[in-house]
Protein backbone atom coordinates (compact mmCIF):
# COMPACT_ATOMS: atom_id res chain seq x y z
CA UNK A 1 0.00 0.00 0.00
CA UNK A 2 1.68 3.43 -0.80
CA UNK A 3 1.75 6.12 1.60
CA UNK A 4 -0.28 8.87 1.42
CA UNK A 5 1.57 12.37 -0.29
CA UNK A 6 2.22 14.83 2.38
CA UNK A 7 0.08 18.64 1.21
CA UNK A 8 2.12 21.36 0.91
CA UNK A 9 1.45 24.95 3.04
CA UNK A 10 0.38 25.76 -0.86
CA UNK A 11 -2.07 22.68 -1.57
CA UNK A 12 -3.40 23.24 2.07
CA UNK A 13 -4.58 26.86 1.56
CA UNK A 14 -5.83 26.25 -1.91
CA UNK A 15 -7.83 23.17 -0.48
CA UNK A 16 -9.25 25.34 2.47
CA UNK A 17 -9.72 28.97 0.19
CA UNK A 18 -12.12 25.84 -2.10
CA UNK A 19 -14.17 24.36 0.87
CA UNK A 20 -16.10 27.14 1.56
CA UNK A 21 -18.22 30.34 -0.82
CA UNK A 22 -16.09 33.65 -0.62
CA UNK A 23 -18.77 35.28 0.80
CA UNK A 24 -19.41 34.21 4.98
CA UNK A 25 -22.15 35.36 7.37
CA UNK A 26 -22.01 36.15 11.33
CA UNK A 27 -22.20 33.45 13.18
CA UNK A 28 -22.81 33.45 16.94
CA UNK A 29 -19.54 33.84 19.38
CA UNK A 30 -17.53 35.76 16.70
CA UNK A 31 -16.78 39.68 16.83
CA UNK A 32 -20.47 41.51 15.99
CA UNK A 33 -20.04 43.13 12.16
CA UNK A 34 -17.94 39.96 11.43
CA UNK A 35 -18.33 37.17 8.79
CA UNK A 36 -16.78 33.56 8.57
CA UNK A 37 -16.66 30.80 6.47
CA UNK A 38 -14.42 28.60 8.16
CA UNK A 39 -14.09 29.50 12.05
CA UNK A 40 -10.84 27.27 12.52
CA UNK A 41 -9.63 25.38 15.25
CA UNK A 42 -6.86 23.24 16.25
CA UNK A 43 -6.68 19.65 17.28
CA UNK A 44 -4.15 17.91 19.33
CA UNK A 45 -3.43 13.68 17.80
CA UNK A 46 -2.93 10.74 19.71
CA UNK A 47 0.51 10.31 18.54
CA UNK A 48 3.18 13.35 18.91
CA UNK A 49 3.59 15.05 16.04
CA UNK A 50 0.29 15.06 14.97
CA UNK A 51 -1.91 18.73 14.89
CA UNK A 52 -5.20 18.69 13.15
CA UNK A 53 -6.95 22.16 11.81
CA UNK A 54 -10.60 21.75 10.95
CA UNK A 55 -13.58 24.05 10.46
CA UNK A 56 -15.76 24.66 13.42
CA UNK A 57 -18.72 25.48 10.95
CA UNK A 58 -20.24 24.57 7.89
CA UNK A 59 -22.86 25.73 5.53
CA UNK A 60 -23.21 21.88 3.96
CA UNK A 61 -26.69 21.65 5.39
CA UNK A 62 -29.85 21.16 2.96
CA UNK A 63 -30.88 25.48 3.86
CA UNK A 64 -26.72 26.53 2.70
CA UNK A 65 -27.24 28.43 6.22
CA UNK A 66 -23.99 27.94 8.64
CA UNK A 67 -24.12 25.33 11.82
CA UNK A 68 -21.65 24.36 14.16
CA UNK A 69 -19.47 21.18 13.00
CA UNK A 70 -17.55 18.91 14.95
CA UNK A 71 -14.15 17.92 14.34
CA UNK A 72 -15.65 13.94 13.35
CA UNK A 73 -18.21 15.63 10.60
CA UNK A 74 -15.03 17.58 9.57
CA UNK A 75 -13.14 14.77 8.99
CA UNK A 76 -16.34 12.67 6.35
CA UNK A 77 -16.36 15.68 4.96
CA UNK A 78 -12.71 15.83 4.34
CA UNK A 79 -11.75 19.33 5.45
CA UNK A 80 -8.93 18.01 7.80
CA UNK A 81 -5.33 20.22 7.48
CA UNK A 82 -2.73 18.06 9.09
CA UNK A 83 0.58 19.75 10.29
CA UNK A 84 4.11 18.66 12.26
CA UNK A 85 3.74 21.43 14.82
CA UNK A 86 1.36 22.94 17.27
CA UNK A 87 2.81 26.49 15.72
CA UNK A 88 2.06 25.39 12.42
CA UNK A 89 -1.68 24.42 13.29
CA UNK A 90 -2.22 27.51 15.38
CA UNK A 91 -1.11 30.05 12.40
CA UNK A 92 -3.01 28.06 9.87
CA UNK A 93 -6.51 27.82 12.59
CA UNK A 94 -5.80 31.99 12.63
CA UNK A 95 -6.20 32.72 9.14
CA UNK A 96 -2.37 32.11 7.43
CA UNK A 97 -3.82 30.24 4.44
CA UNK A 98 -5.96 33.50 3.51
CA UNK A 99 -5.12 35.78 0.59
CA UNK A 100 -4.48 38.91 1.40
CA UNK A 101 -7.13 42.38 0.29
CA UNK A 102 -5.70 44.53 -1.80
CA UNK A 103 -6.98 46.59 1.31
CA UNK A 104 -5.09 45.23 3.97
CA UNK A 105 -1.65 45.06 2.09
CA UNK A 106 -0.70 48.44 3.76
CA UNK A 107 -0.89 46.74 7.29
CA UNK A 108 2.32 45.10 6.17
CA UNK A 109 4.24 48.57 5.63
CA UNK A 110 6.44 49.79 8.12
CA UNK A 111 7.55 53.46 8.18
CA UNK A 112 10.68 53.81 6.38
CA UNK A 113 12.57 56.80 8.77
CA UNK A 114 15.38 57.14 6.01
CA UNK A 115 12.86 58.42 3.29
CA UNK A 116 13.14 62.18 2.63
CA UNK A 117 10.38 63.46 0.30
CA UNK A 118 12.16 65.19 -3.03
CA UNK A 119 11.00 68.73 -3.63
CA UNK A 120 7.90 68.81 -5.61
CA UNK A 121 10.04 70.68 -8.42
CA UNK A 122 11.94 67.24 -8.59
CA UNK A 123 8.82 65.12 -9.25
CA UNK A 124 7.39 67.09 -12.25
Known amino acids: MSKKKEETF ?12 IKGEYFEGQP ?12 TGDKKGEYY ?41 KGSWKLKLISDLHKDIKPDSTFIEPPIEDIF
Do not use: C, W
Open 10 to 21: GEKAIRARSIRP
Open 32 to 43: KGTQSTHLMSTY
Open 53 to 93: VAPTITNKGKDGKYKKQSFKEAEASGEIFTFKTQKEADDFA
